[in-house]
């Protein structure tokens, strides 16, 4: 077969260390645009990005060569590094060492979509580490959010 091709859909999650509310209101569709471009830069589609205070969610169609880890690091880094630069958050800020990602079917895509984006809706009655928590129960424990992986 000359041609490679992969149809890889992933659903990122990952926090902020201690899982302190960083990402403001205000600087959020900023920092979700950006992301979103950082993703193209790394040749995935995005899909849908949003999140709260303390954390982000991606969903993208990953390509055929990028590692998730690799992909995962380069966005921390490079966003990490974005904020501060843009005074977006505190000069100490940084994102948790752990994230989640979990297998997307194409059926799921818009589903998976509309629940990134009532990110504000949702957190209104459930904190960070209950979502994960619920992933977890989903997805046959993943192990995301243990203690000690801020």
Excluded: N
Aim: charged share 20%; glycine share 8%.
């Amino acid at each position: 077969m000359p041609h490679a091709f992969a149809d890889i859909c992933v659903h990122l999650v990952f926090g902020t260390r201690s899982r302190q509310p960083s990402l403001g209101p205000e600087m959020r569709p900023r920092l979700h645009a950006w992301l979103a471009g950082a993703v193209r830069t790394a040749a995935c589609v995005p899909y849908q990005v949003g999140g709260h205070a303390d954390h982000v969610h991606i969903l993208l169609r990953l390509h055929r060569t990028q590692t998730i880890s690799d992909l995962v690091q380069d966005l921390k880094v490079s966003s990490a590094r974005w904020m501060k630069s843009m005074l977006l958050v505190d000069p100490d800020f940084h994102w948790q060492v752990g994230y989640g990602a979990f297998s997307v079917s194409r059926s799921a895509l818009p589903r998976v979509a509309g629940f990134i984006a009532r990110q504000e809706e949702i957190h209104a009655s459930r904190s960070f580490r209950e979502e994960m928590a619920w992933f977890e129960s989903r997805h046959g424990g993943t192990g995301f959010s243990r203690p000690g992986d801020d």
